[in-house]
């Protein structure tokens, strides 16, 4: 998946509709299988849209500290491999026949 579609800048007003930003999603987004009540992006923690936005830029080739990939924290790169994970599982279901 090229972006985990969650950033709310990239989103034109229909978007905003249709996902939930507003109010009832259109499309609500299945959590656990359950639908949510409004735009997933809403309902995270900033903390956890920090770390979005890091592994967006480290999909890019760009690390949100010096060094090299090694030199990361441990908790960090945890996490992209959680994102990762995510990503090729929306995939997955996006394209599931």
Request: hydrophobic content about 30%.
């Amino acid at each position: 998946m090229a972006n985990l579609g969650l950033d709310c800048h990239n989103c034109n007003e229909h978007q905003k509709k249709f996902r939930g930003c507003y109010g009832k999603p259109v499309q609500p987004y299945l959590i656990d299988g359950k639908p949510a009540d409004r735009c997933v992006a809403k309902l995270l923690p900033p903390e956890i849209k920090i770390y979005i936005r890091y592994y967006e830029q480290y999909k890019k080739g760009h690390l949100p500290f010096p060094g090299s990939g090694a030199q990361q924290p441990t908790k960090l790169m945890d996490i992209f491999d959680i994102l990762e994970s995510a990503e090729i599982k929306a995939m997955e279901n996006k394209y599931k026949v």
